[in-house]
């Protein structure tokens, strides 16, 4: 795992006055999204920090538009992204994993021409049990001509977000974020309450050591997705078995992989045809930052900031990771294979 330490104390603040003074051009605006969202990050870790203390565990008792139920903590963190974006002149509309609609600019506020989609609180039945969990953002350009944000502006394609990034709330608090400039990593320094580079310019491993799968969906999935993973273990005798690590907070896996190389993979399966994770809230902008960083993201057949979402908690099968192991992926679920051919995982397990 290759270590990024930086040379100088440099905050994130500095950091993104450096990046912007690269574009002679540039508004600030985007730069003011990323201040805001640094703050909204430090607000949510602090609660997420004192979860444990004081008594705010527990389901909320609403569920969310997917049937989940929600945690409280997920309202907090959505209330506090609103609450820190919606007034800056920079949002001309908002969408979030926790609410059904578009959430609009308040009239009172001016709007500007960027639009965030967010994950308040990814993973978020990890919370009571002191698993990580994380937020993901994803920033794109306006394209109507009025002044509001329209659905339509939310509904591009991966490949128009102008930035993307995600808080994990781990042993530290650390935002990695990209702007299509590389991707950079600030690790929170709790005593200042400032984040500070640790991690500039990070780069995934071309093939990687961590399979991060929920393989008790064996049973529903697909043969060629039981093939795919055999050969990620070893069994077929085709590559050095992966290690398996699964959190089930997409973040936290994410995270370790872009740090130590592997893939991520959450496959449709016959029960959840289209997989579990949302499109615009989770897929995309890890996609862009493991783009950027040297990886590669599809959904088995496309690569995920090409495919149109059409409703925004479109969900998505997701394979995400280091180049080599994503590129597996495309090739094997491009050829259906006999399920004759694919013994399952915990027979070859106990037959090797
Ligand atoms: P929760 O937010 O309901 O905990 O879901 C987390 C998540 O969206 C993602 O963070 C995980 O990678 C994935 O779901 C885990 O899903 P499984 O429990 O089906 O493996």
Redesign the pocket.
């Known amino acids: 795992m290759g270590f990024h330490t930086a040379t100088s104390v440099v905050t994130i603040e500095r950091f993104i006055i450096e990046q912007e003074r690269m574009f002679p051009h540039a508004t600030g605006e985007l730069s003011g999204i990323l201040y805001d969202i640094a703050l909204a990050a430090k607000m949510i870790a602090n609660k997420v920090r004192s979860a444990g203390l004081v008594d705010i565990l527990g389901a909320e008792g609403k569920d969310n538009v ?1 049937g ?1 139920a929600q945690q409280k903590l ?1 309202v907090i963190a959505n209330d506090i992204i609103i609450k820190a974006m919606d007034h800056g002149g920079r949002l001309c509309a908002m969408a979030s994993e926790e609410e059904p609609d578009i959430i609009p600019i308040p009239d009172n506020f001016r709007c500007g021409k960027y639009c965030l989609l967010f ?1 308040p ?7 009571d049990v002191n698993v990580p ?2 937020t993901i953002l994803s920033v794109l350009q306006k394209r109507t001509n009025g002044i509001r944000g329209e659905m339509e502006d939310l509904l591009q394609r991966g490949k128009y977000q102008k930035a993307a990034g995600y808080i994990i709330y781990g042993s530290s608090t650390m935002l990695v974020y990209t702007t299509g400039q590389g991707v950079h990593g600030f690790t929170l320094d709790p005593a200042i309450g400032e984040f500070l580079l640790s991690h500039p310019n990070m780069r995934i491993p071309e093939s990687g050591r961590y399979l ?3 393989d ?2 064996e049973q529903v999935w697909d043969d060629n997705v039981r093939a795919l993973m055999r050969r990620y273990r070893g069994l077929d005798g085709e590559q050095r078995a992966m290690s398996v690590r ?8 994410f995270h370790r992989n872009l740090l130590g190389g592997g893939i ?1 993979a ?1 496959p449709a399966n016959k029960k959840s045809p289209r997989g ?3 499109l615009l809230y ?1 897929a995309n902008p890890l996609a862009f930052i493991c783009e950027q960083a040297g990886g590669l993201a599809t959904d088995g057949a496309n690569r995920i900031m090409d495919v149109k979402p059409l409703e925004l908690h479109q969900r998505v099968p997701l394979f995400i990771g280091s180049k080599r192991d994503v590129e597996t992926a495309s090739a094997m679920l491009a050829q259906p294979v006999p399920a004759s051919a694919v013994p399952s995982l915990s027979a070859a397990t106990a037959s090797t």
Request: aromatic content about 12%.
């Open positions: 997917q989940e997920d994950d609180l990814d993973g978020s039945s990890n919370i969990v994380g991060s799968v929920n008790s969906y699964y959190v089930g907070s997409l973040v936290a896996d991520f959450y579990k994770l949302r989770e």
